[in-house]
């Protein structure tokens, strides 16, 4: 217990969280690497077809993931919204910025996807149904976060004011995620189950779970890349920082 | 914990409890808004307008299917089970349209309560499987619609 506050209290200081991240970023990137590339040689060449539709359907390997990641993000930015507003870390506020772009193009990149697969499965690119509805609120709710903070001269105000919109913004993420049982909509409930057997069958299952996994990772390094950029122009005339970079 | 930091953290919790209320009060009161389609039993009941555009989304009923020999008009039937709607359609359908599978339209019903479309589209579920298992599946549960083929 003490050693966990230990490690949570080092987390906080910018020399050390340099360090640490810096460290875990170059474990991150060959494993991540990895895994996008056995996910994705196993949804796209060796899972079998759909017997609706076909080949189509592997877009899910990109589209899932990346939809999946972009509501667990939102999370990951919320609660540093929340450690930062009770707390005051300012760290915080450095992770709850960092996550705010890659929660959004994740976003983006399921919207994108999930467009070029409903046109040769439902017939449209886009439909107003709650489900796709909700996601488009959420990507204004990532980039809301981006422009609010560049809107702020005072950076500890623009902090607050951001953390008080990604905590009021928190209640989209069930709803996105139970839009599918809560109205009549067009996208078709959730085939991966938390208990229960999921829908998918095994063979196109494993490679979904490998390539969510390979997207969380993909989050995480993103996120710590944008911590240390911005913890690099933060202490840009820190001696710390100077000594670490060996420049004088 | 510190007094202020847990006033904070009440009030944090406060932001969230009470902008969760308000907003899933605002989503509750909006349902009917939310909703894509009616489903034909409301249809059926008269609940859904007729004077204006809606949307109808259902099964397509097995052997419903009628097609002109000679344009792309085609007539079919659509279900929750509880009540059937027919649908007439002009126009490319998708290709996972079936008998057996679900679909939402969009158009005006007419004074025989037949739903002239303007958009046919598929709605297909959360199953997937290679097409053996279908096959193998195909025993037990019925399905009308043509498998995929490479």
Known sequence: ???MWAFIHKLGSPPWFFGFSGTLVRWLLPVTVLLLAVGAYWGLLVAPPDFRQGNSYR?????VPAAVVALAGYYVMA???AISLIWRIKMADVAMRAAAPVGAVLTAVALVTGAIWGKPTWGAWWVWDARITSMLILLFLYLGVVALFEAYENKTAAAKACAVLTLVGTVNIPIIYKSVDWWYSLHQPASLKFT???AIDASMLYPLLVMIGAFYLLFAMSMLLNMRAELLWQHRNAHWLRQRLDVS | MHPARKQRLILVSLVVVLSSTAIGLAAYALRDNINLFYPP???AAGKAPIDRTI???G????????RSRDELDTTFWVTDYKASVAI???GILPDLFAEGEGIVAEGRLDEQGVLIATQVLAKHDENYMPPEVAAALEGNTPRSAAPYQP
């Open chain 1, 1 to 3: 217990m003490r050693g």
């Open chain 1, 59 to 63: 877009i899910i390997y990109i589209h």
């Open chain 1, 79 to 81: 609660i540093a919204g």
């Open chain 1, 196 to 198: 229960g057997e999921s």
């Open chain 2, 41 to 43: 039993a409301e249809v």
């Open chain 2, 55 to 57: 949307r109808l989304g």
């Open chain 2, 59 to 66: 099964m397509v009923v097995e052997g419903s299917i009628e």
């Open chain 2, 88 to 90: 007439r359609y002009s």
